[in-house]
């Protein structure tokens, strides 16, 4: 039987250290290091180097030993990221957590299971603060995340090598109102629209908590005029009493708003999804969105904010956490809404393991 006052020695081979049989009962059997590999066992990069700086094992490379500064740097060079990845593996590992390398970057389990006991909880994204991230590198191990009935932790790794751990996924959105049937007149001004039945305006704003009242009369956004013309709630005029359908007042607002065709697809699903959307300019997004909103004197806290991005946005670090830290500041869900054949919706969440 093996002793654990004998040294465990492995061999750099590639990216994978290479142990014998020996390692077997100590490492895997007691503490869930690496893969059984034929009688032995192999560890990746990440998990030798934890194991080394706890004198848990040798390595050798090319017939010497390694010691820990010369193993991070042969690994830093060997695989990109490495030094990212063993900051978050040493930290969740010193949590108490079991966890294996796996796609994206780990695979945890929960706390009081292991692997061959329960399945992994959370997949992990290992990101530097300082790595442009594209939306579409979270949406897919989202997506997979999701299939396997796991959760995606973003692990973003500052400067001083602090992680902030966030949890990504697929949001459905649904909230409880209902349709309004009945509007008025209005009127294409310079950069909004106004109603001006004090009636249809009075209906419009307590009855779905569209636009500002201003006086008697109902100033509208160009998204919600957009809204309320195609459902044919409004109809809609230009300073010269010319008629506006859709397309030609789409056309006007893509002059006064650049992303106004990203914006008003996104108000449209949630209006659609029975959601009342208001701008969120004071949180610094496109949209705060509430679920249900009874009546002007009845507006409750906004539940979510939501902010439009196009299908091949990149994310910047601090921005995301930026915004994430307010939304969370404010008691609100950070939502980020993009569109390719529909709208689809993904929350970023603070996240303590």
């Known amino acids: 039987m093996f002793s654990m006052s004998e040294e465990i020695v492995g061999w750099l081979i590639g990216d994978k250290i290479s142990l014998g049989q020996e390692a077997l009962p100590d490492l895997y059997e007691q503490g869930y290091f690496g893969r059984p590999k034929g009688k032995g066992l192999k560890l990746s990069l990440v998990e030798a180097a934890y194991l080394l700086d706890r004198s848990r094992i040798k390595v050798l490379s090319d017939g010497k030993g390694l010691d820990f500064q010369a193993f991070f740097q042969a690994a830093s060079s060997i695989e990109r990221g490495f030094e990212f990845r063993y900051v978050v593996y040493k930290d969740l590992r010193e949590r108490g957590y079991y966890i294996q390398p796996g796609r994206p970057d780990f695979r945890v389990y929960p706390r009081g299971g292991h692997p061959g006991k329960s399945p992994a909880e959370f997949y992990v994204l290992v990101i530097s603060e300082r790595m442009p991230l594209p939306l579409q590198e979270i949406m897919q191990p989202v997506r997979v995340a999701g299939q396997m009935r796991k959760k995606l932790m973003l692990a973003i790794v500052d400067e001083e090598s602090d992680i902030t751990f966030y949890e990504a996924r697929e949001k459905t959105m649904s909230g409880l109102m209902t349709e309004v049937a009945e509007g008025g007149m209005a009127t294409l001004l310079e950069d909004r629209v106004v109603l001006w039945d004090a009636t249809a305006s009075i209906r419009l704003h307590e009855h779905g908590f569209y636009g500002k009242p201003v006086g008697e009369r109902l ?39 650049s992303d106004f065709d990203l914006k008003f697809s996104v108000y449209k699903d949630l209006r659609d999804k029975s959601l009342v959307v208001k701008t969120g300019f004071k949180f610094g997004t496109h949209f705060r969105v509430y679920k249900q909103v009874k009546g002007p004197g009845k507006v409750p806290h906004s539940e979510y904010l939501v902010h439009t991005v196009s299908e091949d946005h990149v994310f910047l670090p601090p921005v995301l956490s930026r915004a994430v830290r307010l939304a969370h500041s404010v008691r609100k869900q950070m939502v980020f809404s993009y569109v390719s054949d529909e709208v689809h919706y993904l929350e970023i969440r603070r996240l303590k393991p």
């Open 219 to 257: 100033q509208l956004s160009l998204v919600e005029s957009a809204y309320l013309l195609d459902k044919g709630v409004i109809s809609l005029v230009d300073r010269s009493d010319k008629d506006l359908n859709l397309e030609s007042f789409a056309s006007r607002a893509r002059q006064i708003e």
